[in-house]
């Protein structure tokens, strides 16, 4: 009888909650198995350099944290590892640009107990995982269907910059996690605002807000 082999996890999150959760249903799940968990960027990157992990789970809204830099600094770096994002964020907004970038899926946090399971499953064995309604915007898209959401019309870095003016960050503060000029984040804010067709970050984050974002 052959001995399982040791899974090594990092669950990348700023809620503890959230973390112990999903620690107890991987422990229960793989065992044997080693779970590390990380509350952003900075612990993140302590950890993957010190650990080759089976499997990241990482949340894409964190304090202090630019993820897409992450997800780029992964791909140069690692780039056989397995990243699944683990999210309250909707899906039809961040599953494309994260996918893009390097991750292997997208799950909700909200998602029912056996669909995180089949998440991580189909990962861990080197697969892609999309939900039913991924899968169904992706045939949509490829068969001509007309795009409506206006936030799809942004580049990744103005996406970026996008998400952390809609968590009250600073242009000073976003240029600074970005490691960018304060003048190039005030012309992706007016870039922004022109593609987007507001005048304003209440008007910025009331589309947001129609959108789930």
Known sequence: MSIPTLKKFLLIDDHMVVRSGIKILLSEIYKPSQIDEAFDGDSALEKIKATAYDLVMLDIQMPNTDTFGLMEYFKTNFPDLKVLIFSMSPENIYAKRFLKAGARGF???????????????????????????????????????????????????????????????????????????????????????????????????????????
């Not at 697969?127 to 991924?134: H, K």
């Not at 976003?174 to 190039?184: F, M, N, R």
């Open 107 to 213: 799950i909700n946090k909200d998602a029912p107990l056996e669909e995180i399971k089949k998440a991580i499953n189909q990962v861990l064995k080197n697969s892609r995982y999309m939900s039913e309604a991924m899968l169904e915007d992706l045939a949509e898209s490829s068969g001509g269907a007309k795009d409506n959401n206006l936030f799809n019309t942004l580049s990744a870095r103005e996406f970026e910059i996008t998400s952390l003016l809609l968590n009250g960050q600073t242009i000073s503060h976003i240029a600074h996690a970005l490691h960018l000029q304060v003048s190039t984040v005030g012309t992706h804010k007016a870039r922004i605002f022109d593609k987007l067709k507001v005048g304003n970050l209440l008007e910025l984050k009331e589309l947001a807000n129609s959108y789930h974002l």
